[in-house]
């Protein structure tokens, strides 16, 4: 029976997926073949030798230590896509409260509580300070065009929006969902100079860690209003609070808030809400448990951020698969150590220095075959279905 230990409030809707006859569950599970996991950090968390994969039921992935786990052959999964429509209604909600100063008109208009009858005109003399722009036929720069950046540039548009959008990484799935309207952009530049909203959609990376900084704000144009509901360190935060006060940049909307933003009059912050709706908890917990499943089952792997995504139907008595680097010579020792099988079916894919191998087979794997797997200098993990 495999174990799958649960951290964080994992949705019911996707634990229902778990054959009951096949998988215990729970928070006090000791040797886990697999952990589902949200938001808790696992930093510090010593991993057993039982861990085949963790799924994480959300897109980022900071929380977990991933190259330790690439090294142990810890597969990790997360779920791309599954809280893309939640997060793309807070973007466009920012969007409006970056314009329209709700936020501050609803913290005023609680001061007129005891005016009794001359709230209205209260209402109608002070309103004033509260204007501010429409959103239609302005310019918004959309950086990146994932599952989340692609649904914000297609609503933006449809609300009248002319949007730009940056991703040099841009898949082919995203490319098909993507508005034709849309002017897809080279370089950061072209965002900068040309967009009055510019959207943060990328992951936080050495690459793209400090994107928004002193240099990258002295390009945009004056008084642009800045959107981050992917995470907190894309952004400079010295560096943003000095052009916000210099007016540079007009009104900065997050969902990471920092000590250093909770006070000043051009943050909105929000409590990292942009996932948190039921129905993109259930989503995400569905869609990790059954590529958990699919994985301690069948060996197969789709969404993981540390291996190749491989996937072979099933044949043979018996699949073998083996987590290794990605050197030379590793298959053709596989296949070798492999001689008294009938090898039906193989896969191999790799991803940087990691590669995965699966393999069916007829006949019976001893354990003495497996021991020879292993000892090949760069095999990380065997497993036998």
């Known amino acids: 029976m495999y174990q799958i230990h649960t951290m964080n409030k994992i949705s019911p809707v996707g634990l229902d997926h778990f054959d009951r006859h096949k998988y215990s569950w729970g928070e006090e599970v000791a040797n886990p073949d697999g952990i589902l996991v949200r938001s808790a950090s696992l930093h510090d968390t010593a991993f057993p ?71 209205s005109k209260l209402v109608e003399k002070g309103k004033s300070q509260f204007t501010g722009p429409e959103i239609s036929g302005k310019k918004l720069g959309v950086i990146g065009l994932g599952a989340i950046g692609v649904l914000v540039a297609n ?15 841009l898949s082919v799935d995203g490319a098909w969902s993507l508005s034709h309207t849309i002017i897809h952009v080279n370089t950061l530049k072209e965002i900068y100079e040309n967009c009055d909203y510019i959207t943060l959609h990328i992951p936080a990376n050495k690459e793209t860690k400090g994107l928004i900084n002193a240099s990258s704000i002295a390009s945009m144009k004056h008084g642009v209003r800045i959107l981050n509901f992917a995470r907190g360190e894309l952004v400079e935060e010295a560096d943003l609070i000095a052009a916000l006060d210099e007016r540079q940049i007009k009104v900065y909307i997050t969902d990471f808030p920092t000590d250093g933003m909770l006070d000043h009059p051009g943050v909105v912050s929000f409590p990292h809400l942009g996932a948190s709706t039921p129905e993109s908890e259930e989503n995400c917990a569905e869609m990790a448990v059954l590529e958990l499943m699919d994985y301690l089952e069948n060996g197969n792997i789709k969404n993981s951020v540390n291996l190749p995504a491989a996937s072979m139907p099933r044949s043979g008595s018996a699949r073998i698969c083996v ?37 069916d087979v007829d006949g019976n794997v001893s354990s003495d075959v497996v021991e020879k797997l292993r000892s090949i200098s760069g095999v990380i993990r065997v497993r036998v279905i």
Request: charged share 15%; proline share 3%.
């Open 49 to 119: 030798e039982s861990l085949l994969a963790i799924g994480r039921a959300g897109a980022g992935v900071n929380n977990i230590p991933v190259e330790q786990c690439s090294e142990k052959g810890i597969v990790v999964f997360n779920t791309p896509g599954a809280n893309a429509n939640a997060v793309k209604e807070m973007v466009l909600l920012g969007l409006l409260m970056s314009s329209r100063k709700v936020a501050d008109s609803m913290t005023w208009v609680k001061t007129l509580k005891g005016s009794g009858p001359d709230v």
């Open 155 to 169: 609503a933006a548009q449809a609300l009248g929006m002319e949007v730009y959008g940056y991703d040099p990484y």
């Open 323 to 359: 987590i290794h680097q990605n050197i030379k010579t590793i298959i053709s020792q596989i296949s070798t150590n492999l001689s008294e099988l009938n090898i039906e079916n193989m896969l191999n894919q790799s991803r940087g220095d990691y590669a995965y191998t699966m393999l």
